[in-house]
């Protein structure tokens, strides 16, 4: 079997034999990194490629926040393996990166950069999580402009979180595909050496929209930021909320460090946008001097406020070494919303939770992906191995016992047991059984004098509109002609004086629904079982007889009860049979 053929020409028990081949002489089975992406690695390397001379590199150390200028890669060296390899190995012996389990790389392309926009029947801002997809896998099938080619170009979609109803909702962002080989060879260098190398190519000028809320804030007049590079500008324009409206690049002709007529180009977006007196900010990404570009927006639109940001400052606030591409800042900062509000509107929020601006451009096709099983099928082949591992000691286990209980009863007692007759010690047994079973059902709980009280508390208001003047409990046996168990009544009467008020809530309790309902309460808190009245064997009675209090006196209540209009007389009858469990056992010829 041809370990680099594809697994679409091989069998389904070919593919199980090079997964388990894989996972043995591989780390993709035990080291998860295989499986993440480079920005969720501990060390990382950021390159940097602002144009065609060659890439700026710099290491990170995620656990730590802190980045180290590193050797540059030039345009020669981008292409040749030899030279890959000599830089993946001296990166990975610098101390920083000493005990390194995997390595993340990842491409900032600022050399080119391209907008397109959508087909007109896509046209609705619902769409848009399927539209992302749709990009990925097919751009030609949703662009307005048929003939781009997906060949030379990487095509990713990017919304407009700050559009106009009915206006444009999103484009398509294209970096060229000419440094795909060079992830490429990275990621083999990794497979070569069963170490984990992952990549992605992020787009530098998307990288640059998380980072206005740095330097901007929101303006009812709506806001412009011009992201200055090598060979082109962005040009990013902001409603009143700070949300991305609309985004338009123009190209630097002939090495000039400013797009011509761009006044021009701003003032008529602008307008258009219904923005009179908006906030444009210049920012400088590669260094090149925007001060003619600031004077000659300023001239273009005098009424607009123009300013440069300096980018040197805010490399200086994280801490990162100068000179560092500011993009980083977005990609692997965390931005304080109390210092920098912006971050949290539409626009930033839907960057930082659904990462728009680091989509990976040059992501591996599906055909390497392929080439190696992917997380689940370690997962099954690890769950695979403990299942054998675990049913082999289960055998050895049950053998074992099995052995051990045999011998332990061929060498007991019990093994050389005689037969012999036990008649007169089972009439023992059985008649000590008999003696435990009548006294545990005589000292079953079964009316106690606290949980009689407890009843009556509960049943009487607590406002003072019932007083009791008698209470009498009584417990009565019901024998039986035959059986074993006699049954048993017990009953309440109770005597008291009570306010129309007091004779009103006694009668609530006094239906069988409120009857039933206090006995379980009762039963439920005190847990006395012989309060349950829902078993079947039981029932309960209850009469209430209010009259009229012959001794009411409302002006003179000096007499006991005399300040109440009402006597009462209150019965209740819990009835229990004799094939309820709390029956009274009759057992005879039980000794003591």
């Known amino acids: 079997m041809n370990d680099f053929k594809h697994p679409s020409g091989l069998n389904v028990f070919q593919q199980y034999r090079r997964s388990v081949k894989v996972a043995k002489s591989t780390s993709r089975m035990k080291n998860m990194a295989w499986y993440q992406e480079p920005l969720d690695l501990d060390v990382q390397i950021h390159c940097y490629l602002k144009d065609g001379a060659g890439a700026s590199c710099y290491l990170y150390i995620k656990s730590h926040n802190v980045f180290e200028k590193f050797d540059d890669l030039n345009s020669r060296q981008l292409e040749q393996p030899e030279e890959l390899i000599k830089f993946i190995d001296s990166a990975l012996s610098q101390d920083v990166c000493r005990g390194a389990k995997s390595l993340g790389v990842v491409l900032y392309l600022a050399d080119e950069f391209s907008l397109?926009?959508?087909?007109?029947?896509?046209?609705?801002?619902?769409?848009?999580?399927s539209l992302r997809g749709m990009m990925r896998d097919d751009p030609k099938a949703i662009l307005d402009d048929k003939t781009i080619s997906t060949e030379s170009h990487a095509w990713r979609l990017f919304p407009y979180p700050g559009a106009t109803i009915g206006g444009e909702f999103a484009t398509a962002v294209a970096v060229?595909?000419?440094?795909?080989?060079?992830?490429?060879?990275?990621?083999?260098?990794?497979?070569?050496?069963?170490?984990?190398?992952?990549?992605?190519?992020?787009?530098?000028?998307?990288c640059a929209i998380g980072l206005v809320p740095l330097?901007?804030?929101?303006?009812?007049?709506?806001?412009?930021?011009?992201?200055?590079?090598?060979?082109?500008?962005?040009?990013?324009?902001?409603?009143?909320?700070?949300?991305l409206a609309v985004m338009r690049y123009m190209p630097h002709a002939n090495g000039a460090v400013m797009p011509?007529?761009?006044?021009?180009?701003?003032?008529?977006t602008t307008t258009a946008l219904e923005m009179e007196k908006p906030d444009i900010s210049v920012v400088s990404m590669v260094g090149n001097d925007v001060g003619d570009l600031s004077t000659t927006l300023q001239q273009s639109l005098p009424d607009a406020k123009v300013g440069v940001v300096g980018v040197d400052d805010l490399i200086d606030d994280y801490d990162l070494p100068i000179g560092c591409p500011a993009e980083f800042i977005a990609v692997t900062q965390k931005i304080d919303p109390e210092l920098c509000p912006l971050v949290e509107n539409e626009t930033n929020t839907a960057l930082r939770e659904e990462g728009w601006n680091k989509q990976d451009f040059l992501s591996s096709d599906q055909d390497e992906i392929d080439m190696f099983p992917d997380m689940a099928d370690m997962k099954v082949l690890r769950l695979g191995r403990r299942v054998r591992k675990i049913a082999a000691l289960l055998v050895v286990a049950v053998l074992s016992y099995g052995g051990y209980?045999?011998?332990?009863?061929?060498?007991?007692?019990?093994?050389?047991?005689?037969?012999?007759?036990?008649?007169?010690?089972?009439?023992?047994l059985t008649n000590e059984l008999k003696r435990y079973e009548h006294w545990d059902n005589?000292?079953?709980?079964?009316?106690?004098?606290?949980?009689?009280?407890?009843?009556?508390?509960?049943?009487?208001?607590?406002?003072?509109?019932?007083?009791?003047?008698?209470?009498?409990?009584?417990?009565?046996?019901?024998?039986?002609?035959?059986?074993?168990?006699?049954?048993?009544?017990?009953?309440?009467?109770?005597?008291?004086f009570a306010t129309d008020r007091g004779i009103e809530h006694l009668e609530?309790?006094?239906?069988?629904?409120?009857?039933?309902?206090?006995?379980?309460?009762?039963?439920t808190t005190t847990e006395n079982a012989a309060y349950f009245p829902d078993t079947g064997q039981?029932?309960?009675?209850?009469?209430?007889?209010?009259?009229?209090?012959?001794?009411?006196?409302?002006?003179?209540?000096?007499?006991?009860?005399?300040?109440?209009?009402?006597?009462?007389?209150?019965?209740?009858?819990?009835?229990?049979?004799?094939?309820?469990e709390m029956a009274l056992a009759a057992i005879e010829g039980v000794t003591r």
């Open 116 to 129: 397109a926009g959508l087909g007109p029947e896509y046209n609705k801002p619902s769409e848009l999580a």
């Open 508 to 523: 609530r309790h006094c239906t069988s629904e409120g009857i039933n309902k206090l006995f379980l309460e009762v039963a």
């Open 176 to 206: 060229p595909c000419s440094r795909s080989n060079t992830l490429k060879i990275l990621r083999d260098i990794g497979n070569e050496k069963n170490f984990p190398i992952k990549t992605c190519a992020l787009s530098a000028p998307l």
């Open 538 to 580: 039981r029932d309960i009675t209850v009469s209430l007889v209010p009259r009229i209090n012959p001794s009411y006196n409302s002006f003179n209540g000096q007499k006991t009860g005399s300040a109440f209009e009402r006597t009462f007389k209150l019965s209740i009858t819990q009835n229990i049979t004799a094939e309820d």
């Open 215 to 243: 330097f901007s804030q929101t303006n009812q007049e709506g806001g412009v930021c011009l992201f200055n590079y090598c060979a082109f500008t962005l040009m990013a324009f902001f409603n009143s909320q700070g949300d």
């Open 442 to 496: 005589l000292l079953m709980d079964r009316s106690k004098a606290w949980v009689c009280l407890e009843l009556i508390a509960r049943m009487m208001p607590a406002d003072d509109s019932v007083i009791l003047k008698v209470v009498k409990h009584d417990v009565r046996l019901k024998k039986e002609n035959r059986g074993d168990k006699h049954g048993f009544s017990k009953e309440w009467i109770i005597d008291g």
């Open 405 to 428: 209980n045999t011998f332990t009863k061929i060498n007991s007692n019990i093994w050389k047991y005689q037969a012999v007759d036990h008649k007169a010690e089972t009439e023992v």
């Open 260 to 268: 011509s007529n761009i006044g021009p180009a701003i003032q008529s």
